[in-house]
């Protein structure tokens, strides 16, 4: 079936714009996680969904970044007032909770932003 | 929180030779440990997990060694070839119990070259 999709697949913006980067997660996955990938560097937890609430937004990095989900399925990571330091790869993963193998999240492909 | 913390960062093998990449993460309630392959511009992939109740687990030629007690979770690679130069991802997360997201704390990534 259909895996985690992300669009768009890169994102070329100016410094102080705002971005909105959007994840389709697998048809039926209930939980949903953003990280972000700095160049050459692991993944760093952002926010985490489940259904459309985020018990967890621990790792948003500032004020200017938001997340949402509506419909227990679209997510749609904001940025406002962009920064260079925000450049890097973000990536959005899903996993299917009360199901064997629950634990395991299926990454999409990222959105590699690049603020000038 | 959550530490991951992995080596080498980078690991150059001749094809056939074996290859161990090494993490230790620091929260003791951790009990969920996926490996990820990560090829160049292309999504995390998971190649192997293991659970904290579980010592190693073996996949063909993929295996994953556990050691609670040191805190600390291996990835070996035997018989390498080309196509698993890649780079690789270890990662922690606290699953199943009350108020823990399951969200990943990853390690900062291992750089596999497989010389052919």
């Known amino acids: 079936g259909a895996g985690v999709s992300q669009s768009p697949s890169n994102k070329v913006t100016e410094k102080g714009k705002d971005v909105e980067l959007r994840c389709d997660p697998i048809?039926?996955?209930?939980?949903l996680y953003w990280y972000r990938q700095r160049l050459g560097q692991g993944l760093e937890f952002l926010i985490y969904?489940?259904?459309?609430?985020?018990?967890?937004k621990s790792g948003l990095p500032s004020d200017r970044f938001s997340a949402e989900r509506t419909g227990e399925s679209v997510s749609t990571l904001t940025i406002q007032r962009t920064q260079q330091e925000d450049s890097a790869v973000y990536l959005c993963a899903s996993s299917f909770k009360g199901a064997s193998k629950q634990e395991t999240q299926y990454f999409g492909p990222g959105t590699r932003l690049l603020v000038l | 929180g959550e530490n991951v913390e992995q080596h080498p960062s980078t690991l150059s093998v001749q094809e056939g030779d074996s290859a161990v990449i090494k993490c230790t993460y620091s929260d003791s309630a951790s009990n969920y440990f996926p490996w990820y392959k990560q090829e160049l511009g292309k999504r995390p992939q998971l190649i192997i997990d293991i659970r904290s109740n579980v010592g190693e687990k073996k996949d063909q030629r993929i295996a994953v060694t556990l050691n609670k007690t040191a805190k600390h979770f291996s990835l070996h690679i035997t018989e390498t070839q080309p196509e698993d130069s890649a780079v690789y991802f270890c990662a922690a997360s606290i699953w199943g119990r009350s108020g823990n997201t399951g969200k990943l704390i990853f390690g900062q990534g291992t750089t596999l070259q497989v010389k052919p």
């Open positions: 969904f489940q259904g459309n609430s985020a018990p967890d």
């Open positions: 048809s039926g996955h209930t939980a």
